[in-house]
């Protein structure tokens, strides 16, 4: 089956890291560019970062630079968001996306990340 | 603050038509594609539209999308509850170097 399973998601007090996993499974995760969008409750889409297959080209949201870091393991299928600092703000389920030329056409469930003290 | 516009809600009758704009400018929808996204409460979004005006496998042809200048619009016809959903455009920026989603748009089905 065709799909991308998010984890690592829990309760962080601010300043403090976290780092999620998204597992593909299903298709050749290694030739597509990935994201990271996140949503907090109520509140719409934001996009968060972008990397390339090759990984030699990362992107991010002016509200995470310097502070989440985007990485993948093709070997693994896996896509990894390191983040620390974490704010108040950054509450927000994080869905990974699959990026076919910047349209999302294939999304995980999501996992819950909670940053309060 | 998303840098792509759309309404709030918008809302219909059964088997009537809506249409949800998303009015952005040069660096993002005037140079770039947009896709369009569904999302019901509490589940995945979900791609609807493609490259402006594809529709991916599986999506009904009442389903439609277009781009004029620096807007996108995304129709849909025939409309049922089962379209009652959050609606969301998006696109690359060109010069903040970042994808950005619209304000999404609530479809009331009346």
């Known amino acids: 089956e065709v799909q991308l399973v998010e984890s690592g998601g829990h309760l962080v007090q601010p300043g403090g890291s976290l780092r999620l996993s998204c597992a593909a499974s299903?298709?050749?995760?290694?030739?597509?560019?990935m994201n990271w969008v996140r949503q907090a409750p109520g509140k719409g889409l934001e996009w968060v970062s972008h990397?390339?297959?090759?990984?030699?080209?990362?992107y991010y949201a002016d509200s995470v630079k310097g502070r989440f870091t985007i990485s993948r393991d093709n070997a693994k299928n896996s896509l990894y968001l390191q983040m620390t600092s974490l704010r108040d703000e950054d509450t927000a389920v994080y869905y990974c996306?699959?990026?076919?030329?910047?349209?999302?056409?294939?999304w995980g469930r999501g996992t819950l990340v909670t940053v309060s003290s | 603050q998303s840098v792509l516009t759309q309404p709030p809600s918008v809302s219909a009758a059964p088997g009537q038509k809506v249409t949800i704009s998303c009015s952005g400018s040069?660096?993002?929808?005037?140079?770039?594609?947009v896709c369009w996204y569904q999302q019901f409460p509490g589940t995945t979004p979900k791609l609807l539209i493609s490259?402006?005006?594809k529709r991916p496998s599986g999506i009904p042809d009442r389903i439609s999308g277009s781009k004029s200048g620096t807007s996108a619009t995304l129709g849909i016809t025939g409309l049922q509850t089962g379209d009652e959903a959050d609606y969301f455009c998006?696109?690359?920026?060109?010069?903040?170097?970042?994808?950005?989603f619209g304000t999404g748009t609530k479809v009331t089905v009346l």
């Open positions: 996306a699959r990026d076919a030329y910047w349209n999302f056409d294939l």
């Open positions: 299903g298709f050749s995760f290694g030739i597509y560019s």
């Open positions: 990397i390339i297959s090759s990984s030699t080209t990362m």
């Open positions: 998006g696109t690359w920026d060109s010069s903040l170097s970042a994808y950005v």
């Open positions: 490259e402006n005006n």
């Open positions: 040069n660096s993002n929808i005037g140079n770039n594609y």
